[in-house]
């Protein structure tokens, strides 16, 4: 079964700086792409960016670009979201997502089960 | 405000059929076959529904299906069922510099 799994919830002050996970299992991690999904509370679904795990490579959406970092560690099939300074408006849910690398854009399928960031003094 | 837009909600009765709406531009939706649509129920993780416009995966009903005309792309569930009662969101790849697009999601109230 592909499954993605990500990291628990986390609670975190301002200025903080946070990393959460999301393992893929169940398929070759190398041959798609893992990427990232803002939801803010009540709000819709945001794309953040993706990384090719077989390289590293990254793109960013312009809205969060210099604001978040995504790495990957293909010897543990394991992708991260990370943050050096937190904000308040950074609490979400964050989800990641796998889409598949091709020579034409792809779906997203499966989803991670979500990680929770709430970001408060 | 979101790249596509969708209406903030819908309903219909059980055994009725409703669509939802999407619409973009000719730098998304318009301009390429890559809409897909995603079911979140609250609390839970969106589910792949649609995929390349009208493309259903394996294991979702087929009383669900997809569309496109021009800039807008449609999401048709037919039968409604309670379980179908969720979010709805729509995504497009765009050929601008944000590369994924969702839209602002459109809640069904099943009746």
């Known amino acids: 079964e592909v499954q993605l799994v990500q990291s628990g919830a986390e609670v975190k002050k301002p200025g903080e700086s946070l990393r959460i996970s999301c393992k893929g299992s169940?398929?070759?991690?190398?041959?798609?792409?893992i990427s990232w999904v803002r939801q803010m509370p009540g709000k819709g679904l945001e794309w953040m960016g993706r990384?090719?795990?077989?390289?590293?490579?990254?793109n960013y959406s312009p809205s969060f670009q210099g604001h978040v970092t995504i790495s990957a560690d293909k010897s543990i099939s394991t992708a991260y979201l990370q943050w050096s300074s937190l904000k308040a408006s950074d609490t979400a849910m964050y989800y990641c997502?796998?889409?598949?690398?091709?020579?034409?854009?792809?779906?997203?399928?499966?989803w991670g089960q979500g990680t929770l960031v709430t970001v408060s003094s | 405000q979101s790249a596509l837009t969708q209406p903030a909600s819908v309903s219909g009765s059980p055994g009725q059929s409703i669509t939802i709406s999407c619409t973009g531009t000719?730098?998304?939706?318009?301009?390429?076959?890559?809409v897909s649509w995603y079911q979140q129920h609250p609390g839970k993780a969106p589910k792949l529904m649609i995929y390349?416009?009208?493309n259903r995966p394996s294991g979702v009903s087929n009383r669900f299906s997809g569309s496109k005309s021009g800039n807008t792309a449609s999401l048709t569930i037919s039968g409604l069922q309670a379980e179908d009662e969720a979010d709805y969101y729509c995504?497009?790849?765009?050929?601008?510099?944000?590369?994924?697009?969702f839209g602002g999601g459109t809640k069904l109230t099943v009746l």
């Open positions: 000719s730098s998304d939706v318009g301009g390429y076959n890559y």
């Open positions: 995504s497009s790849y765009t050929s601008s510099s944000t590369l994924e697009v």
């Open positions: 997502a796998r889409q598949a690398i091709a020579a034409r854009p792809s779906w997203f399928d499966p």
């Open positions: 169940g398929y070759s991690f190398t041959s798609y792409w």
């Open positions: 990384i090719d795990p077989s390289d590293s490579y990254t």
């Open positions: 390349d416009v009208s």
